[in-house]
């Protein structure tokens, strides 16, 4: 690195910063204008932002090697985005850091290997979007493993960061167990990494594992080798209403037991389904009369698994009500009651999230616990999530003291032997309260890998990394 005067001004440095990389990806890439950066500083709830010196946006994994590389040596942070949808603040730059930062968007990365229909899997550029890699797979007959309902913006390379989940977690894991290969940047520019996804190989640390769920602290993904897995044409999708959170938990038992095409099994709660049925003018197409709880059941197989579900509900007493749909217009209808909460929760505010998990069988007591501290320290709770994996996003409008709200929720949650991230990520939101599931032994083996990776610290200061 060239040392800098400590005297030197920062719009000296800028300037050097920007004159260097518009000399890397050309000077349309590099956007500097306050109006055009504005949307990569603020986050998509509004909750977190801070701003940039500038934005660059490398289409080559030459470029990012060495965007990278500039940043290191001038001593300038990058923070690595790519669709701009993540919940913890971990895409956009900190707000009040001290050193100037640049935000380094994988937007332009946007290649479509062919499909090895043999191995089932695809090379895709981590700009890709989710929705870009299922059309990709479906015209080669195949599908992506990973949906979620931002699938129009978010990216491969922020679903790898963040190890993503989404709803079809029940039946092909999460974003971590799709990756079969990877090529990612090192802050001093190095490439490492392979993309030739190979199912098996044992050569010490697996490089997709390390990376992923790293949220751009180590190194930036460029690229990926992903699973594809079968497209099930035939699907049958269910709303069904229950007396309360353990009778969902007693239907998800047999649903696992007994429904071979099982795809997802969601949890929408009243005060979820309310919100998302006013805000998109429409009635929900099951009675809430006497429901505590709403599960939502997807089945895809390649024969209509129809009777297969039907059966079950059927035999199930906590059914209270069920409305069924195969595909078509009553489908997409019922699943905007799934798809669209996150939306309509923005549109009624700025939520605090609390993406949680506990173990199935504790999900009632988690609610109770989040409706006592939320009486306690004012707020709106809209709660939905994954029931399969007990994954709970506990939003919160009109925090009263979020800070208490979230010592309050994620302490128990620690004590029920859940997560105070599932799916999220940590993020800078989520940092002071590391400590609750992760041992100092644990942190400070996470401080070293991020060191000798990154010793400059130039990835995504903040990020991941316990509150001081
Ligand atoms: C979902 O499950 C996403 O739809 C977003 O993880 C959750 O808005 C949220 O809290
Ligand atoms: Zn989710």
């Known amino acids: 690195m060239t040392p ?84 913890v603040g971990g895409g956009v730059p900190r707000s009040g850091a001290g050193a100037p930062a640049v935000v380094v968007s994988t937007l332009r990365l946007t290649s479509l290997g062919p499909v090895d229909v043999g191995a089932a899997q695809v090379t895709l550029g981590a700009g890709v979007t989710l929705a870009a890699w299922r059309d990709h797979a479906r015209a080669a007959g195949l599908d992506a493993p990973i949906d979620f309902a931002a699938r129009d913006s978010a990216t491969i ?27 990612a940047v090192l802050a001093d520019g190095s490439v490492i990494g392979s993309l030739s996804g190979l199912p098996k190989e044992t050569v010490g640390i697996h490089l997709p594992s390390l990376l992923s769920g790293s949220e751009g602290t180590l190194a930036i993904v460029t690229a990926a080798r992903l ?102 217009p009553a489908r997409e209808h019922l699943l905007i009651f799934r798809d669209r909460i996150t939306e309509a929760i923005n549109a009624a505010g700025v939520p605090f999230k609390l993406d949680v998990a506990v173990p199935v069988g504790r999900l009632a007591e988690l609610l109770e616990v989040a409706h006592r501290s939320i009486d306690r320290h004012g707020g709106r709770l809209v709660p939905f999530g994954h029931l399969a994996e007990g994954n709970v996003h506990l939003n919160v409008l009109d925090p009263g003291d979020p800070t208490a709200i979230a010592d309050e929720v994620l302490g128990a949650v620690a004590a029920m032997g859940g997560t105070i991230s599932a799916e999220h990520g940590v993020g800078i939101a989520k940092t002071p309260w590391l400590h609750l599931v992760r041992t100092p032994a644990e942190l400070a083996t996470m401080s070293a890998v991020k060191h000798a990776l990154d010793p400059t610290g130039t990835l995504n200061p903040g990020v991941l990394q316990p509150a001081t």
Not at 27 to 38: I, N
Not at 293 to 303: I, P, Q, R
């Open 157 to 183: 390379g922020g679903a790898i960061a963040t190890n993503a989940g989404g709803s079809r977690v029940v039946r092909f894991g999460t974003m971590r167990q799709q990756v079969m290969g990877l090529e």
């Open 227 to 328: 699973r594809l897995v079968p497209w099930y044409r035939r699907t049958i999708t269910a709303m069904i209403a229950v007396a309360d959170l353990d009778d969902a938990v007693t239907l998800l038992g047999r649903l696992r037991g007994t429904v071979g095409s099982l795809d997802a099994v969601e949890l929408v709660l009243p005060e979820a389904l309310e919100l998302v049925a006013a805000h998109v003018g429409s009635t929900p197409p099951v009675s809430a009369t006497g429901a505590g709880a709403f599960v939502l059941v997807d089945c895809a197989a390649h024969d209509d698994p129809s009777d297969e579900l039907t059966a079950v509900l059927g035999d199930a007493a906590e059914v209270l009500d069920a409305a069924v749909t195969t595909e078509g």
């Open 4 to 87: 800098r005067p400590a005297t030197e001004p920062v719009t000296g440095l800028v300037a050097e910063l920007v004159g260097g990389l518009t000399d890397i990806v050309g000077a349309e890439h590099v956007l500097v204008d306050a109006d055009v950066r504005a949307t990569y500083e603020v986050d998509w709830t509004r909750r977190y932002r801070g701003s940039c010196a500038a934005v660059v946006r490398p289409g080559s994994t030459a470029e990012m090697a060495a965007v990278l590389r500039r940043c290191t040596e001038l001593d300038i942070t990058a923070v690595p985005q790519g669709g701009n949808t993540g919940l």
